[in-house]
């Protein structure tokens, strides 16, 4: 690296992160960061999203260009900045609650597209933010203190078999203390061409008092060596049956398929239209 490359700590924006001590997140960051410096990503070329929640704060600590967006609404917003710019790098974040309950309804559609983004989920298995409510993926039966007596969902979201349904072609899923299978997972995730997910395991230190730290560190495993991340069968598999009580970690699946932006391109093209195609000179032309 020469000596006027980017750093990690050149990423981070004046603005200190507020978690709580011991939060998940602080580990997430700091892998996105090192991963940014270890791709020499352009900070004025690239665009962190976020919709509402504890981790949808991150935007703010990093010094790239920011959008905090409304509740659930993080992937509209960072598909509608990829077609207007393309070349921008677009990074989605969020928790679990934000991306699987009110802006559930987005995922199938952005992942189905192949929309050339980055979506990390920071997945405490909580809503944090607003005090400790079950969420999406909560454990069947969790007490929380909307539900004293246990949640009452027969079933949890499972977000790995969730994307993978709907056609992602990157998915993987880390724990955020394990810094450095974060930082590769991260770095391999922006570089695919096409939709990328990443679950990662972030503990609420606050207000989940289950799914803890000393819990995740007995039961986080790597996916088994034998595994192909280009059979969608076998990533599913891993995705809905790991060893009971385990979770695994790892890249589940990778495939290429054209983009959004190479499909809307394609169609241009047969609509007659070309490469230097700009939306800007149609504004003008129109423009009272």
Same mark, same amino acid.
Not at 134 to 140: A, M
Not at 227 to 251: C, E, F, Q, R
Not at 262 to 276: F, L, M, T, V, Y
């Given at each position: ?97 934000? $991306? /699987? @309950? ?5 995922? *199938? ?6 929309? %050339?983004? !980055? ?74 061409? $096409? /939709? @990328? ?5 972030? *503990? ?6 289950? %799914?803890? !730290? ?31 009580g385990k979770t ?36 003008k032309e129109y423009?009272?």
């Amino acid at each position: 690296m020469c000596a006027d490359a980017l750093k990690a700590k050149d990423y981070k924006s004046d603005i200190r992160p507020v978690w709580c001590p011991g939060c998940g997140d602080y580990g997430v960051i700091n892998s996105v960061q090192k991963a940014f410096a270890e791709l020499q990503i352009s900070i004025d070329e690239t665009v962190a999203v976020s919709g509402i929640g504890c981790s949808s704060r991150l935007p703010y600590f990093l010094k790239t260009y920011g959008f905090h967006s409304l509740h659930g609404r993080v992937l509209p917003v960072a598909t509608g900045i990829k077609l207007a710019n393309p070349k921008l790098e677009v990074i989605a974040f969020g928790g679990d609650g934000d $991306g /699987f @309950s009110i802006g559930g309804g987005h995922v *199938p559609h952005v992942v189905r597209k192949n929309t %050339d983004i !980055t979506y990390i989920i920071m997945d405490n298995h909580i809503y944090g933010l607003t005090k400790g409510q079950v969420s999406p993926t909560s454990n069947k039966g969790m007490v929380t203190v909307t539900t004293p007596y246990g949640s009452p969902d027969t079933s949890a979201v499972n977000p790995l078999s969730y994307v993978l349904t709907f056609g992602a072609t990157f998915v993987a899923q880390c724990y955020s203390s394990n810094g450095k299978q974060m930082t590769e997972l991260v770095r391999k995730a922006i570089e695919h061409k $096409g /939709f @990328s997910y990443i679950n990662i395991i972030s *503990p609420c230190l606050t207000f989940n008092k289950v %799914d803890t !730290t000393d819990f995740y560190k007995e039961s986080v495993i790597d996916l088994p060596e034998s595994h192909d991340p280009s059979n969608l069968v076998s990533a599913l598999d891993m995705a809905i049956n790991p060893p009971v009580g385990k979770t695994y970690t790892g890249l589940f699946y990778q495939s290429q398929k054209p983009t959004l932006v190479e499909s809307i391109k394609a169609q241009q093209k047969k609509a007659g239209g070309d490469d230097n195609y700009d939306i800007a000179n149609v504004v003008k032309e129109y423009k009272v």
